[in-house]
């Protein structure tokens, strides 16, 4: 240890952001938690790895690593020291594939890739890697400040990363983690957003079974991860090079629209839907931006849930970038059937290729073998949803309550794998049943809210305004109007009213949902922090911010008296508040919800 390191005061570390801090502090100034005398400093900050590289300071940490920035005593550069984490050593599996996955790093070579200089082991027994200390921001500081980029930059940024991850991948090395968070954009005398990416190979080193995998995964960046996670990965499944570029798919929608593809109620919501939810357009998420058709093409092949269909290889991805590139640059004319990396692929992507649309290709084509076109296709306008759904739908029978569930469940997991129309005809079944059930009415007020949803999840938004109509008229028939189902129809109607931007009628819906469940549930149920919070989101977007501050105000409140104050509930409101906080100016309170928030998902506790 040097004489300076022995004079230093005191310290304590931060068991949630890391932070080293004076001793005499009781509370974490970043997030506010307790801090206990006993929790000593970081024990290699101080010392010398590597034989030359000594550790000056905390950087920060991840689910099974911590980064330090250190100096190389023989030539006094800065360096940055990822090591593994202490209590994870013993684990001899995953201490042998860090070390596998350090020295596979170190091969690559590149200028878009951090450089790795070093592999090695500290005294205490953690391996280690030395790589380059980046000074810049990362794409996603850079969209957190400005919500979005234009198409040009976000050209310019994403060639750089196919370029980085095609040389990644033609050494058999998989990123699995790509996000905004791990492309570095740095200023060099030549070049602005210059890119580096980094944390190469590690998300795969998690364990995926046991209690072990669970513990990791709460400890890791779990709000991060799934937001950008391929369907494969969310599956569980073996992955290959296909997965990176449905992650560059994720972020290079968040790049243009400011929005993430993909997004749940919570992480498994997420990557749940990451398996079968389509994004929404670039049309929808952005009314407002021109986005070239060519561009939007390419994006979603890279979006494609099946890896036959997307890019096969992360070079093909960019040589198409560059033409698009070019044609915005004004250097060449182009259409999507002039992309060589798309030529390769059998069909052109849909913005909505759903499963339905699939089957009704299939049927349409074997109709036309069978028929003269112009008799098969007009029979296919007339009669292609009965066809579907003869052909997909199966029957239950028994008990009728027994029977509805079944259809129920089976349209559940239809809407799942993108077959709408298949779970349409399966609720159409439900509703047929619903009659001989003693309490149908109400059965049926059930199954027309299940029906809009379906609508909404294709955007046929008129049907589903029809359906929740049906299922508040039942309802109000049976005189629930001020019953927690109404409730839930009024939800549905401030959904719909959100998906054509009608922030005003969203309100008013959301509001009346609001009452009823304050008065059947009581004033601190779960529910109404719930609804509260969707207040706050509705009317941000109409730019009543003071407004949205009490929403959130209220919704953080009861969110945590009903469920405790570290459920990813709260994390979810502390984000939008934080969110919210940044438009209002106030930069250190935004930044503290978000810290305390990132603390909730990545606890082991929640």
């Known amino acids: 240890m040097t004489p300076g390191r022995q004079s230093k005061p005191p310290t304590v570390i931060c068991p949630v952001c890391g932070l080293e801090l004076p001793a005499t502090l009781k509370k974490c100034p970043q997030d506010g938690v307790a801090l206990a005398s006993h929790i000593p400093a970081d024990p290699l ?38 090591a593994l984490k202490q209590d994870l050593v013993a684990d001899e599996e995953l201490f042998a594939r860090f ?71 033609s050494h058999k090395i998989i990123h699995r983690d790509i996000k905004p968070g791990n ?9 602005t957003d210059f890119v580096k990416l980094f944390d190469f190979g590690f998300a795969k080193l998690l364990p995926t079974r046991g209690l072990a995998a669970q513990a990791l995964t709460q400890h890791g960046d779990v709000l991060g991860t799934p937001l950008y996670m391929s369907p494969e990965q969310s599956r569980g499944k073996d992955l290959d090079s296909r997965t990176d570029i449905y992650s560059v798919g994720c972020v290079m929608y968040e790049a243009l629209t400011g929005k993430a593809p993909i997004i749940g109620e919570n992480v498994l919501d997420t990557m749940q839907k990451q398996i079968s939810e389509v994004p ?20 979603f092949k890279t979006l494609e849930k099946d890896r036959n269909n997307r890019y096969q290889s992360m070079s093909d991805l960019k040589r198409d970038l560059e033409m698009i590139n070019n044609a915005v640059l004004g250097k060449q004319t182009i259409n999507k059937g ?185 004033p601190m149920h779960e529910d109404v922090g719930t609804t509260l919070n969707e207040l706050g989101r509705t009317v941000e977007g109409e730019g009543n911010l003071t407004r949205a501050e009490g929403y959130y105000k209220q919704a953080l409140a009861i969110r945590q008296d009903a469920l405790g104050p570290n459920k990813a509930p709260v994390a979810e409101t502390l984000i939008d508040y934080a969110r919210l906080l940044k438009r209002l100016g106030r930069g250190s309170e935004a930044d503290k919800a978000k810290q305390r928030a990132d603390a909730i998902l990545t606890s082991p506790r929640n």
Not at 150 to 157: A, F, G, H, N, Y
Request: proline content about 3%.
């Open 280 to 299: 929404a357009t670039l049309e929808t998420a952005r009314p407002d931006l021109y986005i070239p058709e060519a561009l939007t093409t390419v994006l």
């Open 99 to 169: 070390c596998q996955e350090a020295k596979a790093v170190q091969m690559l070579i590149h200028p878009n890739i951090v450089t790795v200089h070093e592999f090695g082991v500290t005294l205490t027994g953690q391996p280690f890697i030395v790589m380059d200390y980046l000074d810049g921001q990362t794409l996603s500081d850079l969209l957190e400040r400005d919500e979005r980029i234009s198409v040009k930059r976000m050209l310019k940024i994403f060639i750089q990363v196919c370029d980085g991850l095609a040389h990644a991948h």
């Open 45 to 82: 900050i101080g010392t010398v790895v590597g034989g030359r590289y000594e550790i000056l300071s905390f950087v920060g940490r991840g689910g099974m690593s911590v980064v330090y920035k250190a100096r190389n005593r023989a030539v006094g550069s800065i360096v940055a020291v990822k």
């Open 338 to 522: 002039s992309l060589p990396g798309l030529a390769k692929l059998k069909s052109f992507p849909q913005q909505r290729s759903y499963v339905a649309d699939q089957t009704k290709l299939v049927i349409a084509a074997c109709l036309i073998v069978v028929c003269t076109a112009i008799g098969a296709l007009a029979w296919l306008n007339q009669h292609d949803k009965a066809v579907l759904s003869g052909a997909a739908v199966r029957t239950f029978s028994g008990e009728p309550n027994v029977v509805i569930a079944k259809y129920r469940e089976a349209a559940l997991k239809a809407v799942q794998s993108n077959s709408f129309a298949e779970a349409e005809s399966f609720l159409d079944l439900a509703l047929k049943e619903a009659p001989k059930c003693e309490s149908g009415e109400d059965v049926a007020a059930t199954i027309d809210l299940d029906l809009a949803r379906v609508y909404m999840r294709q955007d046929k938004l008129s049907d589903a305004s029809k359906a929740a109509n049906k299922a508040l008229s039942l309802r109000e028939r049976l005189h629930q109007s001020n019953q927690r189902p109404t409730a839930d129809v009024f939800l549905c109607f401030g959904e719909i009213a959100l998906a054509r931007d009608d922030h005003k009628a969203a309100e008013g819906y959301f509001e009346k949902a609001l009452a009823i469940q304050q008065r059947e549930c009581g």
């Open 183 to 191: 492309i570095m954009l740095i200023e060099t005398a030549n070049d």
